[in-house]
């Protein structure tokens, strides 16, 4: 493979999303028509931060031509941070230069944007980075409202699967508690949740306060089960974002747990490590078992069966405009588009590349990539939440209808209604 003209990196950082491999494809694919060298970076950041140049393979269209169907990632991916240690950033920089690499594709979410964002500050124009935005969580602020790319195969396959476990619910007359990823906000639990018509989803941004009780998400879930046998229906599906936990008090979590709560590369908790749903469950199960009754529940999280599925077309079609769009944005004249010299986050609008600087996914205050949460003052909410069995304020002040769910948790009505009172 000639090297006409200089070498592209491309690398994987943060967890699995579909579509990784349609990226990689399309951009090799075109740096290659466009007479540059594909280098493909192993493992992310983690061997750039060690000065490891081995961890590198050259890519040509003939590697690449069909792997655009394929979940995973072909270059895999790690969570190392770049930025953890200045010497760390200092060395990552001067690995790509020992590489050839003046230009550089990066592949993930929040943490692996600001990676990029600061190798392309430390560089200082002579490494120019192209941020190709992927997450299942779809928490990253693109314009125009688009989905991160993974998000909609995420969506689409845990769908799936609920719906299969609604089947079992209805058949079993059993309740499922299943924490969905997301590690910040509730856009794929409300997507999933929403899609196949669970009974109810809790997702972080509806509890508006720094921090939430675990009584507080409970009192939710065991009021949709009471509310649920009131229409005789003894089954039921609870989505809940993983996000809920992270609002959590610390040292309830480790109360909760029984663990020391671990956190990654980035300081995030891990909550793939805590046993979210099972403590959901505990706790409601003894409720129901304080006024002498057996309560069947299921819990499992969903989350790892979804990252690397094969990509559905959407994100097939999406992610090869994304990996073309970043070759070119990185061949472009700098002077094209305003605060994009160093680099710049690659989403489309309207069927349009649009870089977006660095500097503008920035929050102000902590100075990391701004996460986008779920709006629940919009119609996509609001008609999710329309469509859920939940006790609402409304249910209340029905003198019948509270009847029938002080009945039903063997309660009076006024000790009900103060015990479920719906908080703005």
């Known amino acids: 493979m000639a090297n006409k003209n200089g070498r592209i990196g491309i690398l994987v950082g943060g967890g699995p999303a579909p579509g990784i491999n349609s990226v990689i494809s399309a951009a090799v694919i075109e740096a290659v028509h466009s007479g540059y060298e594909a280098v493909g970076i192993k493992n992310g950041y983690e061997y750039l931060v060690k000065g490891d140049t081995s961890q590198t393979v050259n890519l040509d269209i ?251 077309p959407y994100d097939i079609d999406y992610t090869r405009t994304l990996g073309h769009g970043a070759v070119r944005f990185l061949l472009s004249d700098p002077e094209e588009n305003a605060g994009t010299a160093q680099g710049a986050m690659i989403c489309i609008v309207d069927n349009r590349l649009q870089p977006v600087p660095f500097e503008d996914m920035r929050d102000a205050k902590t100075g990391k990539t701004i996460i986008r949460m779920v709006d629940t003052d919009n119609l996509y909410y609001d008609v999710a939440r329309r469509y859920m069995t939940r006790i609402e304020q409304s249910d209340l002040d029905d003198e019948e209808t509270l009847g029938k769910l002080a009945a039903s948790a063997s309660m009076q009505p006024a000790a009900f209604k103060n015990r479920f009172a719906v908080k703005s």
């Open 62 to 312: 003939d590697d690449v031509a069909t792997i655009h169907t394929r979940g995973g990632s072909i270059l895999h991916t790690s969570r190392t941070n770049p930025t953890k240690r200045a010497e760390d950033l200092e060395t990552c920089v001067a690995t790509l230069k020992k590489l050839n690499i003046n230009n550089l594709i990066t592949i993930g979410g929040d943490d692996t944007s600001f990676g990029a964002s600061e190798i392309a500050r430390a560089a200082n124009g002579s490494i120019r980075v192209a941020h190709v935005p992927k997450t299942i969580d779809n928490d990253l602020p693109l314009p125009g409202g688009m989905p991160t790319f993974g998000y909609e195969t995420a969506r689409h396959v845990g769908s799936g699967i609920v719906m299969n476990l609604k089947e079992d619910s209805r058949t079993t007359n059993r309740w499922y508690f299943i924490i969905a990823m997301g590690r910040h906000s509730g856009h794929l639990a409300l997507g999933i949740g929403k899609s196949s018509a669970s009974t109810v989803t809790l997702i972080p941004e509806e509890f508006p306060g720094e921090t939430v009780s675990l009584s507080e998400v409970c009192d939710v879930l065991e009021g949709a089960i009471l509310k649920r046998r009131t229409l005789d229906r003894p089954d039921g599906i609870a989505i809940i974002a993983e996000g809920v936990a992270s609002k959590l008090n610390i040292k309830d979590l480790r109360n909760i747990s029984g663990v020391e709560i671990p956190r990654d590369e980035y300081g995030n908790i891990r909550l793939a490590d805590l046993p979210f749903a099972r403590i959901l469950r505990a706790e409601v199960e003894r409720r129901f078992s304080e006024r002498g009754e057996a309560m069947s529940i299921v819990d499992l999280t969903l989350g790892y069966e979804l990252r690397s599925a094969p990509p559905i």
